[in-house]
């Protein structure tokens, strides 16, 4: 196996790890929604703080189920990981094209 198999291997049991342990040792036990976003908690913190609070504004948009709402968060994900993955794909196209480019270029002024 090679260095880099190994380490890709080690990345993803820790990733695999951070997604599980969380549920494993019980850590959203005794919430009502233990795995809330960070605004929904500030959201509860700030009513519990100052019951009197009004907004600023209200959201353009609202989606109609928390359900929706998951969905368009995990299509925005989708969106800023292929978004990344063509950045560096491209990236990585264009080094190995240089150096394609670089190790020709010598043998065809020798010829």
């Known amino acids: 196996m090679t260095r880099n198999a190994k380490i ?6 820790l990733v695999a790890a951070l997604a599980v342990l969380p549920l494993a040792l019980g850590l959203g036990e005794g ?8 605004d929904a908690q500030a959201e509860a913190a700030i009513t519990e703080l100052r019951p009197d609070y009004e907004p600023w504004f209200s959201p353009l948009y609202e989606p109609p189920s928390a359900e929706i709402e998951s969905a368009l968060f995990a299509l ?11 950045y560096f794909g491209v990236r ?20």
Not at 31 to 37: A, D, H, I, R, V
Not at 76 to 86: E, H, R, T
Request: hydrophobic residues 50%.
């Open 92 to 111: 990585k196209g264009r080094r190995q094209g240089a150096a394609a480019a670089a190790a020709a270029a010598p043998s065809a002024t020798e010829s």
């Open 8 to 13: 890709n291997t080690l990345l993803l049991f």
């Open 76 to 86: 925005q994900a989708a969106l800023g990981a292929g978004v990344l993955a063509y």
């Open 31 to 38: 919430k009502e929604e233990p795995f809330t976003g960070a």
